[in-house]
Nanobody
């Protein structure tokens, strides 16, 4: 599966953005999807994930502010980001795990397919 992330941009603190991750190919509904981010000088970190069955997972730092979802009919995953903070500034990557994956969603090693990343900048 090929992934393309979009929707990043510059926003003031407290604002919102919605990232999209468009997937090519069939069987999109069988892929679990995740969002990760990487800030300058830092390691890539887990943000949120949604399993092929619809279960969702989020990092503590974004719980209550970010919501992950998917539209299987559109082959697209989403990350709705509200109440953005300057520390959310990073390049955001979407990723897909193998079909019907059932392991940990928190590790980047669980995902074999990655999009190109989209920059999110939150100004104070």
């Amino acid at each position: 599966v090929q992934l393309q992330a979009s929707g990043g941009g510059l926003v003031q603190a407290g604002g919102s953005l919605r990232l999209s991750c468009a997937a090519s190919g069939r069987r999109f509904s069988s892929y679990s999807m995740g969002w990760f981010r990487q800030a300058p000088g830092k390691e890539r970190e887990f943000v949120a994930a949604i399993s092929w069955s619809g279960s969702t997972y989020a990092a503590d730092s974004v719980k209550g502010r970010f919501t992950i979802s998917r539209d299987n009919a559109k082959n697209t995953g989403y990350l709705q980001m509200n109440s953005l903070k300057p520390e959310d500034t990073a390049v955001y990557y979407c990723a897909a795990a193998e079909p019907y994956y059932s392991g940990s969603y928190y590790s980047s090693a669980s995902y074999g397919n990655w999009g190109q990343g989209t920059q999110v900048t939150v100004s104070s």
